[in-house]
């Protein structure tokens, strides 16, 4: 590390404010649900509809999702296995503030690499983060298309496309797995919202 000297000389500063204090107060935990799958399988679709569906019930809730963030914050980054990693690792950072401050936070991104969503992972605390695979037969993402996205990885004007031309590892222990191939939208988001009332992340 180029300023492991300075490093050294970084301290943390510790908050008045504790979590169980926001817990109280906001009566719901912050956590972060972690939507990870291939493109089109359905990751924004589920994250902005429970976004929807806690604000609705007062629970602060807020989506981070991959292709915003990459208009912003990780805009000089591409999709080469290295860009991808530092792409999970500031967005999980940027995640962890969220989760801090007391929010429900989605971070829906391909994430394509169990080491680097492990990684992601080891930032929080046991239970704050909730590993979601949003599952769905390449075949039906393809066919789905949203974004014509496919169709330019096959001509090939698209390289190092997730299912394509680079590889996506899915999950071995998610928290959650949704089969968007067989549910509607409202049964996959309804699927969370039901880990989140069974696990207490909602108190009511
Ligand atoms: N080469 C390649 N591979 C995969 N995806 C591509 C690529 N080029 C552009 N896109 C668009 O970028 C979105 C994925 O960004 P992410 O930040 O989620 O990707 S990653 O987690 O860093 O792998 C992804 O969004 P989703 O379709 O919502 O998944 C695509 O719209
Ligand atoms: N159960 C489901 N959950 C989420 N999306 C679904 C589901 N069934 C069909 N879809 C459709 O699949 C597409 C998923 O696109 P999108 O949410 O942009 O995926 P991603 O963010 O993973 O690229 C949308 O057109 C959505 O309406």
Not at 112 to 132: H, M, Q, S, T
Request: with cysteine.
């Amino acid at each position: 590390m180029e300023n492991e000297t300075d490093q050294k000389h970084i301290y943390r500063q510790q908050s008045k404010v504790m979590k169980s204090d926001r817990y109280h107060r906001n009566r719901h935990k912050g956590c972060i649900i972690w939507l990870t799958g291939l493109s089109g399988s359905g990751k924004s679709s589920i994250s902005f509809e429970i976004e929807r569906l806690l604000f609705e019930r007062n629970v602060s809730a807020y989506v981070l999702d991959g292709d915003n963030l990459r208009h912003g914050l990780n805009r000089d980054l591409g999709f080469s296995a290295d860009d991808r990693r530092e792409n999970i690792r500031r967005s999980a950072e940027a995640a962890k503030l969220f989760v801090d401050a007391g929010i429900i936070t989605l971070l829906s991104l391909i994430s394509p690499y169990r080491v680097d969503r492990d990684a992601a992972r080891a930032l929080f605390e046991a239970g704050d983060f909730i590993e979601v695979y949003v599952k769905c037969p390449l075949d039906v993402c393809e066919q789905r298309d949203p974004k014509g996205l496919y169709k330019k990885a096959r001509t090939g004007e698209i390289r190092e496309f997730t299912g394509i031309s680079a590889p996506y590892e899915p999950p071995l222990q998610p928290e959650i797995v949704i089969q968007t191939d067989s549910q509607t939208l409202i049964e996959s988001a309804e699927q969370i919202m039901q880990y989140l009332r069974t696990y207490q992340y909602l108190q009511d």
